[in-house]
């Protein structure tokens, strides 16, 4: 079992907000703008215009407007590589606070953080857990928003075997990114779940297009497909490609009765897909939160000194039953 030491036990007085340690602590407006002067850079994670992304975008700018910092946006494509250049440029910059996204791991990402920390910059997580850093920058304001990727990858991987009646040594595909530090956890997750199950997994790796552009996939699922007619269910560990599993399986010749389907994250085609029975479960993980306390993370220890807080988006499953009711709101790329 996981412990998690809370923040708020370490004592205030240790806590020393920037923007009061030089004299010029806010106090709260009018507007509710208590977070203006603040320049946060911010990771949405993968490429503008995107699905999840936009979403996480969406909820940053909300909390852009409603508390008045200045936040410049970095584009990454998911790759780790891009992360970590991406981080060292903004450091560079002096900014106040930097949301991330831990996709490169801890290994990867702790001794940068740490180089930022001791520079005055608030750094805090998005969507991927960096545990280490997290606990070692906490009172500092480094928090987290977003699932715990082991577990609901685990919960997808035995929520789909159990709604699929999947029996031992049945042929599941698993598309991840199991090769990530930080990231992979949630494949690993799910991975996990369908061997002690004893399925037959057939596991291909997201590759770098295909993460940045999920149609470029079409060709290795058709391929896939047609090397195992005696797919029983596929899992997409990955948002955008959940949301392009119609085309896949139509690109395949797959009836959506013919394969069950499970992934992650909401988008309009997503959506449709459930309602048209191509895709069968999904978990939400509510990323327009992450956006949104990620860019509030920040200003509340900027401003107030409070340290970082621990948000988990991601317990929620949707299928036919309930894709109406949030429907509308998908439409706004807000879940």
Known sequence: MRHRIPALVISAALIIPTALATGGVALAQDDGQFCKGTNIVFFPGGTEGGGFETVVYNGAKAAEKALGPTVAYQWSDWLPENMITQFQQAVATNPDGIAVMGHPGDD????????????GIIVTVMNTELQKAE????????????AVLYDAGKALGNETIKRAGLQKGDK????????????????QGIHDALNDA??????????????????????????????????????FDHGNVTSAAQSYLEAAGIKPEALYVSGFDLSPATVSAVQTGYVDL?????????????????????????SGL???????????SNIDVIAPLVAQQIR
């Not at 990867?108 to 520079?119: H, N, R, T, Y």
């Not at 606990?135 to 977003?146: D, I, L, M, R, S």
């Not at 599941?172 to 494949?187: I, K, N, P």
């Open 172 to 187: 599941v595909f698993l598309w991840g990114l199991e090769s990530q530090a930080g990231r992979g956890q949630r494949t």
């Open 310 to 320: 621990f948000v988990n988006t991601g317990g929620g499953f949707v299928d036919a």
């Open 282 to 306: 999904v978990i939400d993980q509510q990323q327009w939160l992450q956006g949104f306390m990620g860019v509030l993370q920040i200003c509340l220890a900027h401003n107030y000194g409070f």
């Open 135 to 146: 606990a070692a920058h906490g009172p500092a304001g480094t928090g987290y928003v977003g």
């Open 198 to 235: 004893g399925m037959n997994v057939i596991y291909l790796e997201i590759d770098n297009a295909t993460n940045a552009d999920p149609s470029a996939g079409i060709s290795t699922f058709t391929g896939m497909a047609s090397a195992n007619p005696d797919l029983k269910a596929a899992i």
């Open 108 to 119: 990867a990402f702790d001794p940068l953080i740490d180089d930022a920390v001791s520079k």
